[in-house]
């Protein structure tokens, strides 16, 4: 943003120097997306600051709430101060980072806070109270954070282009958990016994209402689901069957990755090889109008004295510029190339006008282009490849294109595919050559034979000479007449090495066709990509590609034997990243059990506060289909982050647990009596880790959506997981102490 800062002062102060006639300015400025990008990221930090305060005020006292709420800052501070070692800088994504750290930041704090307050409440002093209250739950504490790095941990080591996007996040969320506890340790302990309470908080009112429902409704009903705690299990069980089934049945469908919203729409033009770059000029011309024509007539249906959605445009004539992503390929150059750019109003002032929907609009207006080889239109400041995209390879180059056009036309049949493309373009007509046995056997190359067909028709160097300081060269080679004539290389002699002159019809072949202005290969075969787009309010790109590698392409492999085909653009991205999200998954349940085992001395209460994650995992899918949200690569990762966030209330109310059995409480009544104790601080870590979200996972900014699924992710799956804490963890606590009572009695027998 420096940088764009310096460049427009520069052109503003060359301008007045400008001959009239002459403007100067930018296009496609990146920086002010940025900006209005942090700005709204900021924004909803700061709202989901506000809920995390004001919550915490509601269920504390507020100088209580304000001594955990000051942790927030502090713990800010502490990743702020580091992040630049790591090599991460002020972003969006580190931005969201922050915003999703927000609600969780405070969990150590609360559970501290409250013990401590709470044996305030029985009338221990001040400072006794702080330092039993914090070593009561540091264990816990300390454990509870561990966990949550552990599975932000493998997030780190994932590859590709998605990896190297999303390693920030991790970064943010360690270090600003890493200042966190040390400031619930080391500084809030110092503050609480310091803070005078008064008496009358007994009497608050919502104290009254949150004590006299988990004294009453709440012990009631985990008193009745540990009576019936096979039911409780079965019921809760069902319900991950039922989400299980509506993904699976396609209620909830998946998108790789959702499209950046950007302020650019842009149309990349390809003609047919030799053409002039007037001629592309001029086609260019008419799809510029075009965009005009479609962004006037949205105009009309705004509401009056909108500002126009039309700022100004650029058409590239002989060049396309590369794309953003991982797909976006590198620049090309040739006469039949154009590139048309349309700068949109931003997008805070186009409301819910996406960029998508205007270049739809663009891509309609301009209707059938018959001279066109290819053209595109694309809205995206990100994206990672092409929807559908699959490279083909044959043998037989002409069976290749025949395939090519194939699978065009399978494509076409389906609803909410468009941009249907491929990468041949073909090319000028050229002249191949074949060498004959006969030639062979005279000694004679191909090269050979290219060499004196080049000299012919092109020339051969005979001599140079030196003009002045130039030099000269003269070549040799047939007159103008013959070289217009194709028929002329059959009728002339090629020179052997022992001097004899051949008629060239007796060595070689030649046929015309035409050729290629690029090639890829593959394995030593050249490939042809067939790629299109698809509008997501009409078809799951996923699924499509399903289709296409289960249906479309084996009945084309029946057709074609030898055809291969590969799958490119954004399914080869989501088969890379989803590699990687299984196996740090792996490693995160892994890293999580072990530091569950080490503070309860167990290898079989890990498990059952463990049971959170899946049930969180269901509550990540409910939030995507109640905000009418797909599920993205971005949830899948913020369901890896919730495998450690979850864990945190089951591993607190647990230890409470324990801590009852240990002093000889009948289990029920230790069961019961542990969820009494922590259910405030399960609720208030809840709360403030949903509200902290909140803003984020309520965004109905354009230009934010991308980041959304990754808030639902861990909003309502930490929202699902509390009721998984209260009810279930309890009931697998007993069903665990039930199996212990079997095993010791079939051992006594």
Known sequence: MDVAKKVKTYIDGIRPGLPKGLDIDTFSDMSSILKSRINLLLKNMAFGMILVVITLGVFLNWR????????????????????????????????FAFIMVLGIVVDDAIVIGENVFRLRQRGIEAREASVEGTYNVAKAVVFSVLTTIAAFWPLLMASGVMGRIMRNIPIVVILVLSGSLLEALLILPVHLARTKVRPEYAKKKVDRLVSRFIDGPYARFIGFSLRWRYVTFAVFITVVFITIGAWKGGVLKFTFFPEVEGDVMTCNLTMPAGTSAEHTAEVAGRIEKAARIALKKKDLERPEGSEPLFKYSVSLIGVQMPGHGPRGGEAMVGSNLAQIMVQLLEGEKRGPISADTLASLWRKQ???????ENISFTSEIFSAGMPIDIDLSMKDNNKLVSAVDALKEELSKYPGVFDINDSFVPGKEEMRLRLKPSGKALGLSLGDIALQVRGAFYGSEALRIQRGKDEVKVLVRYPDKERQTPTSIEDMRVHTKNGLEIPFKEVADVKTERGYTTIRHHDLMRIIEVYADVDESIANANELRHILMSKIMPRLKDKYPDLRYTMAGEGKEQKESMVDVVKGMILAFFLIYVLLAVPFNSFTQPVIIMMAIPFGIVGAFWGHMIMGYNL??????????????????????TSEINKNMQRGTDMHEAIVSGGKIRFRAVILTTLTTFFGLTPMITERSLQARFLVPMAISLGFGVLFSTFITLILVPCMYAMLEDLKALIRSKETQ
């Open 64 to 95: 209580l709430a304000g001594w955990i709420s000051l942790g927030i800052p502090i713990a800010f501070a502490t990743g702020l101060w580091l992040l630049p070692s790591f090599g991460v800088s002020i972003n969006m994504v580190s931005l």
């Open 632 to 653: 993205s690569i971005l949830s899948v990762f913020g369901i890896v982050g919730l495998a450690g966030v979850v864990v945190n209330d089951a591993l607190v109310l």
């Open 366 to 372: 301009t209707g059938l282009v018959p001279e066109a």
